[in-house]
């Protein structure tokens, strides 16, 4: 499985990004796909999920501000990204989650910075 992001750059605060994520490859059995993200100095946190058959699931920082779309027939994910903070600033990874609920297999893109300028 490859994962190709792209939308990143440098936005302001206030301002909107888009993120998008290709899923390619030997692609069977995909429970979930959505973005990751990694602050300067901090540890990787959820950002958002959609897994089929659930609610989607947001990082508490990002709700109402982010929203994420799967495109099941096309394997692609986006990430809406709308009243964007200084604190949003990180490098977003694609995630794609093969298997089920009970037992899948995570696979990452290489990442995409965003910057938010105050």
């Known amino acids: 499985v490859q994962l190709q992001a792209s939308g990143g750059g440098l936005a302001q605060a206030g301002g909107s990004l888009r993120l998008s994520c290709a899923a390619s490859?030997?692609?069977?059995?995909?429970?979930?796909m959505g973005w990751y993200r990694r602050p300067p100095g901090e540890q990787r946190e959820l950002v958002a999920v959609?897994?089929?058959?659930?609610?989607?699931t947001y990082g508490d920082s990002v709700k109402g501000r982010f929203t994420v779309h799967r495109d099941v027939a096309n394997n692609m994910v986006y990430l809406d990204m709308n009243s964007l903070k200084p604190e949003d600033t990180a490098v977003y990874y694609c995630?794609?989650?093969?298997?089920?609920?009970?037992?899948?297999?995570?696979?990452w893109g290489p990442g995409t910075l965003v910057t938010v300028s105050s």
């Open positions: 995630n794609l989650k093969r298997g089920s609920a009970s037992f899948f297999q995570n696979h």
């Open positions: 490859g030997t692609i069977s059995s995909i429970y979930a």
């Open positions: 959609v897994a089929t058959g659930e609610p989607t």
